[in-house]
């Protein structure tokens, strides 16, 4: 018992940037982990193993710095080391001058590669050509040049005797010999093995694993899914397995999106659709690629659409079958558990978070923030008032065009983010507050005019304004968001500790035009031309359900369980749930895993996924993983078939499922509360 306690402790004692908010940590503390690895936008990740080392990066579009690269020793906590990219500057775009703005826009679907002590980062980049960035020290300092040409969701392979290959494009892919130099392809060398409608799109990673070249890539037909092609040939040809993880989205559902038309709605009030309950298939994990660690395992990572939060990345176990590399364990391809036991790669780490999100403004910036578009360093400061940021204001109609825009993307799956605002240094005109960064956007802050301040709460989607005059020049400001259900809440407050809720509730919808996530966002800028400046005291953000499981497990006490959505428990009576659900004992058979225990008797699962009892002493076909949906509904995957628990729509008891169904219908899901 206290091995656990301890084991618990460490788990939820992760702390960043000597604040004490628990923040999102992957790594459970007993041995297992929770996806997504963060719980935040990060999208097309490319992942490479250098020794007994893992890097990371990703797509990170307009925000700057870009290029983020991560490092691990165990594929599950990540450290933040750094950018390979200070400033992408590419003209007035890129600057938010002349009403240009590069949303959506900037790098996006990087190619992370290490060869003869050299790390690479190849990334596409709008309105330039494939960017190749180099360092002998993943920490940097990085530098790039430019390729001939730009290659659409590259990916390069330097092959065993010394050549380097390169597949690129959309649906129609090709795939060619670089250039010594990595400038361009060799002429004469481009071949197009793929058919438009193989299944092998987009987001491609190329690999060579035991003689055979292996390329993983996601496309969407009717279902978005991730394909692998596989040949004896570099150019081919290619035999391709049209599903190497499909329909995993670990239980949730579709929710706000902006109904996209042509041509595209640039004025709002948009036009959002509503939550989808049923599959839709868009929700699906896709577009990652495979590792091996150094003990000889697999592992696969790709990025799941988390709706307005954006697409988050998430770790899978790799099972190969007749040469093929399936997410998913060997009675569940396809399928990735929510909680599995933590890869074996010969190393050992303590649970933390891989970013430090709280920020006193004390020192340098914390390195999880970003600006949006290029900045003006000469209008930010952490030195004219020491222990506050100071944004000067600079000339802007509104919030979407405002320069010097400090971001972080948002976490969740619900959080707190609040900052403290001083307003001595504004002038008329000026605009300063905290936003949500989305389209629709939505912010909270003050304005001053020659007649004084007013606190504002604009909403996008509306136009409207909820406005109210303000003669405190100090101001705390808040937003609460909860990213499962994709609205979020304003407040504000005059002392920091009674808040008061500011205008109404928000809908923050899935939208492809920044492609990223909602971000939190502090910002100044002047409606009128040159202004004063606002001062920024601190910035923090406070998480419902920072670790794996909102509840721990209950190990050594009687429960209950209920199916979710259904008027059915768990009791077992010839094969048959029925009545008022039984008193199970949760057992703890280690690693997250329990067995249930009704008296002298235990739930116990045969091959074909059947469930019956047993008087034996608990063992793997008694065992069930203790994991949670994302939206915390219990759910028991059974060690046998590597399938999920569920009561079927005739009563019977069976572990045959997939995996949750987003409307909760299945029988999958299971609310459990102690026995009385």
């Known amino acids: 018992m206290l091995k656990r306690l301890a084991v618990v402790l460490i788990a939820m004692s992760s702390m960043v940037g000597g604040h004490s908010a628990p923040t999102w940590t992957a790594d459970n503390g007993n041995g297992t982990f929770t996806n997504p690895l963060f719980y935040e936008e990060f999208s097309d990740p490319d992942l490479i193993r250098v020794g007994t080392d893992y890097y990371l990066t990703g797509t990170t579009m307009h925000a700057m710095p870009g290029l983020p690269i991560l490092h691990s020793k165990d594929l599950v906590n990540w450290e933040l080391l750094g950018y390979a990219l200070d400033k992408l500057d590419l003209g007035p775009a890129y600057r938010l001058e002349n009403g240009e703005n590069a949303y959506g826009k900037g790098i996006w679907a990087p190619c992370f590669r290490y060869h003869n002590g050299v790390y ?19 920490k940097g300092p990085w530098t790039h040049t430019a390729m001939k040409q730009s290659f659409h969701d ?27 130099d990595l400038t361009d392809i060799v002429p004469g060398t481009e071949h197009t093995p793929f058919g438009t409608d193989s299944l092998i799109g987009e987001g491609s990673h190329f690999y060579k694993v035991n003689g055979k070249y292996i390329i993983t890539s996601a496309w969407y037909d009717k279902r978005m899914r991730m394909a692998a092609g596989r040949s004896d040939h570099v150019f081919g040809p290619y035999e391709v397995l049209p599903a190497i993880t499909m329909d995993e989205d670990f239980g949730l559902a579709e929710s706000y999106r902006i109904a ?70 060997a009675g569940n391809l ?65 919030f979407w065009e405002a320069k010097n825009s400090l ?31 989305n389209l629709p956007y939505a912010w909270i802050g003050v304005e001053r005019s020659d007649s004084g301040t007013t606190l504002v709460q604009f909403d996008q989607q509306s136009g409207k304004s909820v406005r109210q005059a303000l003669t405190q020049t100090r101001i705390w400001l808040r937003a609460e968001s909860d ?71 209950p190990f050594g006490s009687e429960i209950t369980l209920t199916s979710f959505g259904q008027q059915a428990g768990l009791h077992l009576a010839g094969g048959i749930a029925r009545g008022v659900p039984s008193a199970f004992k949760v057992v703890d058979m280690g690693l997250g895993r329990v067995a249930l225990v009704s008296g002298k008797t235990a739930l116990t699962v045969a091959a074909d996924g059947r469930v019956a009892t047993t008087a034996a002493k608990p063992g793997k076909s008694e065992s069930f993983q203790w994991m949670e949906t994302p939206s915390g509904e219990l759910i028991l995957m059974s060690l046998v078939t590597d399938r999920y628990l569920r009561i079927a729509a005739d009563g019977s008891i069976i572990a045959d499922a997939a995996g949750p169904k987003p409307d909760g219908k299945d029988g999958v899901r299971f609310v459990w509360q102690f026995s009385r």
């Open 120 to 138: 690479y980062i190849f990334s596409n980049v709008n309105r330039a050509t494939t960017q190749v960035f180099r360092a002998t020290n993943p």
């Open 334 to 398: 396809t399928r990735t558990p929510r909680i599995l036991v933590k890869p074996n790669t010969g190393a050992s780490e303590a649970p933390r978070a891989p970013f430090e999100r709280n920020d006193d403004f004390s020192g340098p910036l914390k390195n999880v923030w970003q600006w949006n578009h290029v900045p003006v360093d000469s209008a930010w400061s952490l030195s004219e008032r020491v222990g506050y940021l100071r944004l000067h204001t600079l000339a802007a109609p509104n």
């Open 154 to 180: 590259l990916s390069v392979l330097f092959d065993d005797d010394g050549k380097a290959y390169i597949v690129w494009g959309y649906r129609d892919l090709h795939i060619a010999q670089l250039n010594d």
């Open 483 to 553: 990213y499962l259900k994709d609205t979020s809440v304003f407040s504000y407050s005059l002392d920091g500790k009674a808040f008061t809720r500011f205008g109404a509730e928000l809908i923050q919808p899935y939208q492809l035009t920044t492609f990223q996530g909602v971000r939190n966002s502090l910002f100044a800028y002047n409606t009128k031309g040159a202004g004063g400046f606002a001062d920024f005291d601190s910035f923090s953000v406070d998480e419902a359900y920072p670790h794996g499981l909102r509840r721990p497990i």
């Open 407 to 437: 971001t972080q993307r948002a976490i969740g799956p619900v959080s707190t983010v609040t900052t403290v605002l001083e307003t001595n240094g504004l002038k008329p005109g000026d605009v300063a507050g905290m936003a949500l960064l």
């Open 260 to 329: 996209y038309k042509q041509p595209a709605q640039k004025i709002p009030p948009f036009d959002i659709t509503p939550p989808k309950p049923e599959e839709t298939g868009h929700m699906s994990s896709h577009q990652g690629g495979i590792v091996q660690t150094a003990t000889g395992d697999w592992w696969g990572w790709s990025m799941m659409e988390h709706n307005s939060l954006g697409r988050v990345t998430i770790l899978s176990p790799v099972t190969w079958k007749d040469g093929w590399p399936y997410f998913g364990l």
